[in-house]
């Protein structure tokens, strides 16, 4: 198969929308499909695709996301080029500007459409705080208008496709979480890191990854380290990751006067990968993640999670096999695990034993498999030859 992703983000920006299509693009490929990127171009001084069949419109930073670059496609050669592409299928990743762009050419050039549901679009309401709840119902419908313009949704999790029913989406709906390649996670040398961030070996280190930005609950993990630092106070947090609020979370550590806390930036995902071994325990505070594939990550690296009970991690975590479930926002059930985990030796290795096996799930190969045979249905129902 011929294969277009159109994503409103691709590298070197780096999330779970990124992920997701780079996991998904080198499985493809493996099976000898050819998979396009179209998006917009990055802002950042002589970076080069090493992949030709990479994409780029015209792009502008926004004062709301400044590591996002806008993309700009309707003055582009893509509407020319596409046709010799002869593109089987093509893949929405956001409902946004390339989203649409995306789907126009597929309506013109009959081509079917898969749409993945990554994003709680409502969740990002809180950057338009005078309008916020006109601007909630505004990302509803257009969650909802944009999945029914397409031949197939995809969602993370059975409770986002639970919310787009809700929603009023009638367009068909399967639950495909992306996949992890497992030999990635598998880091013998974690005391290199170790050093490198000045961790004490003897403490216990507890570890968040992702973007830090305020949907992903960054102030609450702060105040819950605050409490567990008191009551066990030979640990360490360390934050991998970076984002608009970086410097924000950094002056809340200090008015809170933690101690052994990292923030290591943005760092490439291959270094991500491999921190997640320094590990002993995953913390995963975020209410808003539709799949979560980091909490999957660290459970590939062997670490038990402790997660919000809420959309995609609640999904992954086992409870009380492979990590904990926590009430959303629930500061002392959340210390109160971690606290567990960090004083039980024996209870933290079973788990970690746990979260291993768990991880198995998610497979990457499999889950290719899974969207290979998505995509086919998909063609045959909508575009018969």
């Not at 709680?120 to 419908?141: G, M, R």
């Not at 495909?176 to 880091?187: A, E, F, S, V, W």
Request: hydrophobic fraction near 40%; proline fraction near 6%.
């Amino acid at each position: 198969m011929n294969i277009g992703i159109f994503s409103e983000c691709y590298k070197p920006t780096m999330n779970g929308v990124v992920v997701s299509i780079e996991t998904f693009r080198k499985e493809l490929i493996k099976r000898g499909h050819k998979v396009f990127i179209f998006a917009p171009k990055a802002k950042i001084k002589n970076y080069h695709d090493e992949n030709p069949y990479v994409f780029r419109v015209p792009s502008i930073i926004t004062p709301f996301k400044k590591d996002y670059p806008l993309g700009l496609p309707y003055f582009t050669e893509i509407p020319k080029i596409l046709p010799l592409m002869h593109l089987d299928i093509i893949h929405l990743q956001h409902p946004q500007i390339m989203g649409r762009f995306g789907r126009k050419l597929a309506k013109k050039f009959k081509i079917p459409t898969v749409y993945t549901y990554h994003t709680l679009l409502v969740e990002y309401a809180h950057y338009f705080p005078i309008f916020k709840n006109l601007v909630k119902k505004y990302l509803i419908k257009v969650s909802k208008d944009f999945s029914n313009s397409v031949d197939q949704v995809i969602t993370p999790s059975k409770t986002i496709k639970e919310l787009l029913i809700n929603y009023g989406v009638k367009t068909p709906i399967e639950v495909l979480p992306t996949g992890i390649t497992l030999k990635d996670y598998q880091n013998p040398y974690p005391e290199k890191i170790k050093k490198e961030y000045c961790i004490n070996p003897k403490n216990k280190v507890l570890i968040y990854v992702g973007r830090l930005a305020e949907e992903k609950n960054i102030l609450f993990l702060l105040d819950a380290f605050q409490a567990i630092q008191k009551k066990y106070p030979k640990c360490h947090l360390l934050l991998v990751g970076g984002g608009e609020n970086e410097k924000k979370y950094q002056e809340k550590s200090k008015r809170l006067n933690l101690k052994n806390i990292t923030f290591t930036g943005q760092l490439p995902k291959e270094k991500t990968n491999q921190t997640f071994a320094v590990g002993d325990i995953f913390l995963m505070p975020s209410l808003t993640d539709t799949q979560g594939i980091v909490v999957v990550e660290a459970m590939a690296a062997g670490l038990p999670a402790v997660v919000m009970d809420k959309f995609g991690p609640s999904e992954i975590v086992e409870q009380g096999k492979s990590g904990f479930k926590i009430a959303p926002n629930n500061l002392d059930e959340f210390v109160e695990k971690t606290i567990l985990l960090l004083e039980n030796d024996s209870l933290r290795f079973e788990m970690s034993k746990n979260a291993r096996l768990r991880a198995k799930d998610f497979d990457s190969g499999k889950q290719t498999e899974k969207l290979i045979k998505l995509y086919e249905r998909v063609i045959a129902k909508n575009w018969p030859n």
